[in-house]
């Protein structure tokens, strides 16, 4: 299986960027996909995380800001990103998994499956 994540760039503050992460190839849906991040010099922290038909989760810093969605068809997850600040600069990685819906969505163990990681840098 391999995800390849595109939309990253560099936009200043306030501005809006979309991500999308497409996974391809293996057999079986994807039930579990998600956004992770991480800044220069730290963790990777989880973004959000959607199921196959389940309700979406965001971490407290991008709730209202960031909207997580799926093309189940494509085996496809996007990452609306709006009123971006500085601090959301990172490089931003998807995930994928199997696994139905789990209480550890944002742990990164959970996720067999990764994207290269696609950069976003929001200047001030």
């Known amino acids: 299986v391999q995800l390849q994540a595109s939309g990253g760039g560099l936009v200043q503050a306030g501005g809006s960027l979309r991500l999308s992460c497409a996974a391809s190839?293996?057999?079986?849906?994807?039930?579990?996909m998600a956004w992770f991040r991480q800044p220069p010099g730290k963790e990777r922290d989880f973004v959000s995380f959607?199921?196959?038909?389940?309700?979406?989760y965001y971490s407290d810093s991008v709730k209202g800001r960031f909207t997580i969605s799926r093309d189940n068809a494509k085996n496809t997850v996007y990452l609306q990103m709006n009123s971006l600040k500085p601090e959301d600069t990172a490089v931003y990685y998807c995930?994928?998994?199997?696994?139905?819906?789990?209480?550890?969505?944002?742990?990164?163990?959970?996720?067999?499956?990764w994207g290269q990681g696609t950069q976003v840098t929001v200047s001030s």
């Open positions: 995930a994928a998994d199997r696994t139905p819906f789990t209480s550890s969505y944002s742990d990164p163990k959970m996720y067999d499956y």
């Open positions: 190839g293996g057999r079986g849906t994807m039930h579990s």
């Open positions: 959607r199921s196959w038909r389940g309700t979406p």
